[in-house]
């Protein structure tokens, strides 16, 4: 069933599939917040909507009957991967057989002199990149040398450089190709997400601390395309306000001034870079240090000049202030100058994490009052800061990382404000890429969300129970 509908921003092409098998289908189940995406069960099969976006924003209607040909494409090529992973069980074959049909419509592209449309080819370039990284990432997570894996790359490789070629001729509707990527990505999370059944326990402190993260999910770069802009965050809302349940926010910049953010309405919105609104700080309310948070549709973040804690109520549009007394401008994070404010939120409600002179850089948890904006509470930790990664609050326990190797961060450290009690500890968070720079849980769903060099990368938390 294709149904291709165009409208003011966007092409939306649903693709109906039919999955024979249960327990395969779970890992294709989409997360609930797709906001196309829909999940029936009918006599043991799964029906499951998967979409393809293409960010045209201008579709000439001399290329819907070219579109819909390659829509039958791809349902029956999804349909052919879907048999295979019904009968080989294998994933990664699937990839690679997509791979070498994306190198087939490049050569078609090429070949065929008709319906031009102007391409971003740097941004075409930059998807691919972001492909590599995925494959790479994907390659770790499955911890396997498998040629096919060399195969994937190389095709990569080949694409760039036919790419390049065609940036030479000026010509050619690559948007084909584009569609090809989105539906590659979203396997490869897939894939990533198929890894592990993870039921997460909403609201639930009946634990006895974090046991383990699950292997990162690496969403894709930022919504800038712009590894450059590495200083940012990304995340969901920790207390939604009604309507507002699948909003996503993201903000970044090439250094770690904060002039912006960009809201998505769902978790396809932030993917294809669509924000529902943008806020742009008016002069003499920028922020700095990128350790912001949004929670009952408030962005709580650092003010640079003067240094304070301030809010944006994003339904007011309202800002508001608070004066940090002991506070140091002296102690960051490893990994970021300016980091004095680490904002976070869990199931007991809105922290803030600094240091201070007297305690000599080690951390100070304390609790936020959200009516009053005033701090009600603090608590010292024994975790000097310019040590640490970064910090997040989980059930009011403070769990601080540090770099143990470029591709790993401990969490060694954490602090329980209910007992007092500090306890030593190594639990590995494989990274990405080197740097962190926003890291905090989210208790709606019990994710961890990390800004990683420029990308948006997250994990599951696996909880001790006794
Ligand atoms: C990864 O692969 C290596 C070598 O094949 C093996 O020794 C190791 O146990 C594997 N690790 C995991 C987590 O599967
Ligand atoms: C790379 O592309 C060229 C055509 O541009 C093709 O002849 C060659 O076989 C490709 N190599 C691989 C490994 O796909
Ligand atoms: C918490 O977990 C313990 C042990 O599993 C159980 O006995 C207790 O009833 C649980 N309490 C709540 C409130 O869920
Ligand atoms: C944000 O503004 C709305 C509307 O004025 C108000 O109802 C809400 O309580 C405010 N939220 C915060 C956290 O200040």
Same mark, same amino acid.
């Given at each position: ?51 393809? #976006? ?46 070498? +049909? ?44 498998? %040629? ?78 712009? %590894? ?27 250094? %770690? ?49 003067? #240094? ?61 009052? +959200?009516?009053?904006?005033?701090? +009600? ?44 009690? +500090? ?44």
């Amino acid at each position: 069933m294709i149904r291709p509908t165009t409208s003011r921003d966007m092409t939306t092409l649903n693709v109906l599939l039919l999955f024979p098998i249960m327990g395969l289908a779970l890992g294709w189940l989409p997360v609930e917040d797709w906001e196309s995406g829909n999940v029936t069960t009918s006599g043991g099969a799964l029906e499951c909507v998967c979409s393809v #976006f293409l960010p045209d924003s201008i579709f000439p209607a001399d290329r819907v009957q070219h579109m819909q040909q390659v829509t039958t494409d791809l349902r029956l090529e999804v349909e052919i991967q879907m048999n295979k992973l019904v009968h080989y069980g294998g994933k990664l074959d699937v990839f690679l057989a997509e791979l070498t +049909e994306l190198t087939v419509r490049v050569a078609m592209l090429q070949s065929s002199a008709d319906n031009y449309i102007k391409l971003d080819f740097e941004m075409l370039r930059i998807e691919l990149r972001e492909f590599e990284a995925l494959v790479s990432q994907l390659r770790d997570s499955l911890n396997s040398s498998s %040629p096919l894996f060399d195969s994937l790359y190389t095709e990569i490789r080949n694409m760039t450089l036919i790419v390049n070629q065609l940036e030479n001729y000026d010509k050619n509707n690559l948007d084909v190709i584009r569609i090809e990527f989105a539906k590659l990505q979203r396997k490869l999370e897939e894939c990533q997400k198929e890894e592990e059944i993870f039921k997460p326990d909403v609201g639930n402190c009946n634990h006895t601390g974090i046991m383990s993260f699950s292997k990162p999910t690496v969403i894709q770069v930022n919504a800038h395309l712009n %590894p450059g802009y590495q200083y940012g965050g990304w995340g969901k809302d920790s207390k939604p306000v009604r309507g507002f349940e699948s909003m996503y926010w993201y903000g970044a910049y090439s250094r %770690p001034n904060v002039y912006e953010f960009y809201l998505y309405s769902s978790y396809d919105k932030l993917i294809q870079r669509s924000s529902f609104t943008h806020h742009g700080l008016p002069q003499g309310y920028e922020g700095t240090g990128n350790n912001y948070v949004v929670h009952g549709n408030t962005i709580y973040y650092q003010a640079a000049n003067p #240094f304070r804690m301030s809010k944006l109520n994003l339904t007011s549009s309202v800002y508001s202030h608070s004066q940090m007394s002991k506070a140091s401008e002296r102690f960051t994070y490893t990994y970021s100058p300016s980091q004095y404010l680490d904002f976070s939120a869990d199931e007991k409600g809105l922290w803030v994490i600094y240091a201070t002179e007297e305690g000599k850089g080690k951390m100070v948890i304390a609790k936020i009052d +959200e009516k009053s904006f005033g701090i +009600e509470d603090e608590w010292n930790t024994n975790s000097y800061k310019p040590r640490v990664g970064n910090a997040f609050m989980v059930c009011g326990v403070m769990y601080a990382t540090r770099p143990k190797d470029l591709n790993t961060e401990e969490i060694y450290y954490a602090y329980d404000t209910k007992t007092k009690e +500090e306890k030593y500890m190594s639990i590995p968070l494989q990274k990405f890429q080197e740097k962190i720079i926003n890291l905090h849980y989210n208790p709606t769903d019990q994710r961890l969300y990390m800004y990683n060099n420029g990308y948006y990368v997250s994990y599951n938390v696996r909880f001790n129970k006794e």
